[in-house]
């Protein structure tokens, strides 16, 4: 079982940045691949952001240049600083992890971007 934790949403105006952070338990994190997806107001879930065990990254087109996935493995967390952010940036992210064929999720945190 595992258990995700997100945090450090909130309201920021165009242009602004924030700093999200997932906060996993369980064991064996280290090993696992971790991503953030995103899903805004009438849209499918889509992916953000990834990073696997040795910390190769992938972005989605839309978020490359202005966002950062990094992860801390001492401290079992994943994080996603997003710069430049722009209205259709508004979302719940979501944090996720996988075991196996079964994919986790977190609770989401909220994000919007608005003047």
């Known amino acids: 079982q595992v258990q995700l934790v997100e945090s450090g949403g909130g309201l920021v105006q165009p242009g602004g940045s924030l700093r999200l952070s997932c906060a996993a338990s369980g064991t064996s994190f280290s090993i696992y691949s971790m991503g953030w997806y995103r899903q805004a107001p009438g849209k499918q879930r889509e992916m953000v952001a990834v990073?696997?065990?040795?910390?190769?990254?992938g972005y989605a087109d839309s978020v490359k240049g202005r966002f950062t996935i990094s992860r801390d493995n001492t401290k079992n967390s994943v994080y996603l600083k997003m710069n430049s952010l722009k209205p259709e940036d508004t979302a719940v992210y979501y944090c996720?992890?996988?075991?196996?064929?079964?994919?986790?999720w977190g609770q989401g945190t909220q994000v919007t971007v608005s003047s």
């Open positions: 990073i696997t065990n040795p910390g190769i990254t």
């Open positions: 996720s992890t996988w075991r196996g064929t079964i994919q986790y």
